[in-house]
């Protein structure tokens, strides 16, 4: 599973809900996050080496034919180490997320340790997994979501699921390979998590369009500020 999330202008969301509509994001062909490697953490964000994390997204190829409803930013950047081995107490080097400098400007944070981020009142933004072991994901604290509305933007998520229904052993897939992809996109509404779309679909080889599939995902999720 991947979860992407993006900055909206407050108020375009019913735009972005009525874009989304029936989108597949198979073959993750939605704008994807900066991959910085060769740079050093410490100059996160402000060096001229960290300016494709800076949040910006130009125009992208939408595979569905539409248009970019309006503009959007990156709340993130995956960070893949300085290409060195200089750190000997590990097989290889540390990665993780981080926050583009779009989201820290809108928050205000400052960096206070590897892959922790702060405003006055503590962890603001983080990547778990470091630390503890856990899937590397970018985690916002809750309450932070009324200052992104202040600054003028919202979240709006999109997720995608790939399934593989049957493997062959060996070669290439057979005619009997298929496979499910699942697309969904969400949205912070009213305090609320809301699921802007989603559809699940089943394929063959070709690829070609078995048959549309029941994908019953939760739609509300209250108090999302906590």
């Given at each position: 599973m991947q979860l992407h999330a993006y900055l909206i202008p407050l108020g375009a969301a019913s735009k972005w809900a009525t874009w989304a509509q029936e989108k597949d994001w198979h073959g993750r062909w939605m704008p994807d996050w900066a991959?910085?490697?060769?740079?050093?953490?410490?100059?996160?964000?402000?060096?001229p080496e960290w300016k494709a994390a800076e949040g910006d997204i130009d125009d992208w190829d939408d595979r569905s034919g539409g248009e970019q409803p309006t503009e959007l930013f990156q709340v993130g950047a995956w960070y893949g180490g300085t290409g060195t081995d200089g750190d000997a107490s590990a097989d290889e080097e540390t990665r993780a997320f981080l926050p583009s400098r779009k989201l820290m400007e809108t928050l205000r944070l400052e960096s206070r340790g590897d892959f922790e981020w702060w405003d006055d009142a503590g962890v603001a933004v983080f990547d778990p997994a470091p630390k503890s072991g856990a899937p590397n994901a970018l985690l916002l604290r809750r309450d932070l979501l009324h200052r992104i509305e202040d600054a003028g933007y919202e979240l709006f998520w999109t997720a995608l699921v790939g399934h593989e229904h049957f493997v062959p052993e060996h070669g290439a897939p057979r005619g009997d390979y298929r496979w499910i992809t699942a697309s969904a996109s969400y949205r912070v509404a009213e305090n609320q998590l809301e699921l802007v779309h989603s559809l699940a679909t089943l394929f063959k080889v070709g690829p070609e369009k078995v048959r549309t599939l029941a994908w019953n995902i939760k739609t509300r999720e209250s108090d999302v500020r906590g």
């Open positions: 991959d910085m490697e060769n740079v050093l953490l410490r100059a996160h964000p402000t060096a």
